[in-house]
DNA sequence: TTGTATGCGTTATCAG
DNA sequence: CTGATAACGCATACAA
């Protein structure tokens, strides 16, 4: 058991025999020095096994080389990867993350952030449930600390590393329509905590609009008839004229299905399933889930790579949504005709689409 | 825009119209203060916006209030979710946590571990790919920084919050025998960085051992291969024999059954299998998954709760295992007589056992 | 009860 | 080229 008890630069100067300024200069090739001194400074630092500490250096130069992180949980493994590309992104640049999470509340999001900013980080990457009421994220941004938003759609001042959840529902709701189906829902877990599943569902209703198509049902449910499959049967079963449903996420989609198994529906013929994030286990279940393909970590990397320009005193640019791609699965097909009320598109699908939806049907942006 | 920038407690202080120990002490409730003083002081605290600053503090009470904390990977929502336990039990501790991930490298182990060191985290949680083996580590531990092992056995000097992945195999093995299953193998996705992985062959191999029964096959893959189903299913043709996997995750039990349905093998007619973890999706299936059952965020809660104690000069006291339960599911069924060299004991499962194994069979510890 | 002075580890300044 | 010294923001002995 060594003494250990953290070695100072002091010591180090003490011990090549100079003062603390050279030491620190020669340390940090900060200044000139005679190679005299230098080879005694590095000897001595080696020896003691002499380590900046980032306390004190972050004291006098004002940046604690953090960036705080702060998303509503890692149990979703959307925001994991996000995470995990921020992380990841942020390895070697010599910045270090600091994480939170708000479990979906708005005032922990406030917490968190006050938190956050009390760590003294010098830059924040967020997800909230709503940024643009967030008092502290308005301080935060007065203090001028680079702020940067993850999922969220571009806001005010803000740059925002995103997808276009409204051009991807509308995209759902268009493969829906073209095989004919009327009588849609869109199934939302949280949708007054969460601006993408609120954006998801308003990109689907307006090109259901635009199609003449009846208003999709929105249905709003919470965590525990997510997680409990007899519950979910039991909101579906309310909507037996239903023919496709768009899950807000893709764990969402396949408690879905389970549901409708409880129901005695068969997905896709009784009921097409539409999921979103494109999550990987989707393509490797019996049914491949039909799904909006997006890449949360492509999201982390480019928000970090934004902080660190930021960081850097570059210039606030906000860049374009990132890319996503409809991914055909078993999960989505034809209506059944027997279980529409009119029955008027189900018969007659365009003739000029394949029954099956072709595969990567299209990037944006 | 308001300057803004940061309010010190000399502001305070000076605003208040006293010296800045007294401001201190206030704030702190550190020690005496007149009410008169006492009112002056918060009011300019609350006018100026004052709050402290933790680098300020850090430096001179030698305590971050951070915990660094290392996993593999944040992608893997085992280790998000003991991650997101850590978090949750560390709120309102007053520690933040920081966050670094290795992508099961064990150099990226060192220089994470290093790396956070050098913030001077006050204390560690860390997965690692050979914790038993790392310098980083050891320095660490001689430095008395409390440490916190997750996912490991225990391990000489440090505390450990775990499963046990050799018992948990065991059960597996027997639910396998137990069905008249000779033919098995262990397919594992990172055997060489991941000591859970080696711990639940170990288990395994043991336990058939212990029944007489053939050595299962030990099936090693790279990400590659679990990735690409053609790839894996590759890799099981050259296992024809074989009537039921032990796949060290889920994930990869997903997997397996696809590459099955690729050779047009059925599950779990004429391959049974089973994961490990325990994913919430695994029971949403359309063929539930047979799995061992474990919750990543306890550990993580344990863990963080165990650092606490650590910190506040608690002993350092080995908590037990976590429990683990065998989840019953459809993946897991008789072997195919048709498919055995041997047929022996296939044709004839002890009489005494259900064809369906029961539910939550049992709770170690 | 209060305020002054000191030190925590570092770097920047500035005089030698 | 080198080395005292003054911040940085805070808490704490110690003196008043």
């Known amino acids: 058991m060594s003494k250990s008890s953290s ?83 942020l390895l070697g640049s010599g910045y270090q993350m600091l994480i939170s999470c708000s479990n979906y509340d708005g005032a922990a999001d406030e917490a968190a952030i006050e938190m956050l900013l009390s760590k003294e980080t010098d830059a924040l990457v967020a997800t909230m449930v709503a940024p643009d009421r967030s008092p502290t994220l308005r ?24 997808v276009d959840n409204f051009d991807a529902a509308k995209v759902v709701a ?39 198509l009846p208003d999709p049902a929105l249905i709003e449910i919470g965590e525990a008839e997510a997680n409990q499959p007899d519950r979910l049967a039991a909101i579906l079963a309310q909507h037996p004229k239903l023919t496709a449903i768009f899950a807000s996420n893709d764990f969402l989609a396949i408690a879905v299905q389970k549901a409708a198994r409880l129901l005695g529906w068969r997905v896709p013929q009784d009921l097409s399933v539409v999921g979103f994030d494109g999550i990987e286990v989707g393509r490797l279940l019996e049914k491949p889930l039909a799904t909006i393909e997006t890449s949360p ?9 934004s ?22 699965g078993a999960t989505l097909a034809l209506p059944n005709p027997e279980k529409g009320d009119d029955g008027r598109g189900a018969t007659q699908p365009p003739s000029d689409l ?12």
Do not use: W
């Open 7 to 89: 070695i100072t630069i002091k010591d180090v100067a003490q011990s090549a025999g100079c003062g603390v300024a050279t030491a620190s200069r020669v340390l940090n090739n900060s200044g000139p020095a005679s190679a005299d001194v230098r080879e005694r400074v590095e000897r001595a630092a080696r020896e003691l096994g002499f380590s900046f500490s980032s306390i004190g250096r972050a004291l006098q130069s004002r940046r604690s080389m953090t960036v705080g992180c702060l998303v509503p949980s890692l149990a979703n493994p959307v925001f994991a990867e996000a995470v995990q590309g921020v992380q990841a992104e």
């Open 139 to 162: 301080l935060a941004q007065k203090r001028g600390i680079p702020i940067l938003l993850m999922f969220h759609d571009p806001l005010d001042g803000f740059i925002t590393s995103y």
């Open 174 to 212: 268009r493969q829906f329509a073209d095989l004919g189906h009327r009588r849609t829902a869109f199934l939302a877990l949280r949708f007054t905590t969460s601006d993408r599943s609120r954006n998801r569902y308003a990109g689907f209703h307006s090109e259901c609009r635009a199609r003449g």
């Open 297 to 305: 970590e492509a999201m982390g990397r480019q928000a970090a790579r």
């Open 307 to 328: 902080l660190l320009n930021l960081l850097q005193g570059g210039p606030s640019i906000q860049p374009p949504a990132l890319p996503f791609a409809f991914r055909a």
């Open 354 to 365: 394949p029954a099956e939806p072709q595969a990567q049907t299209r990037m944006n942006r």
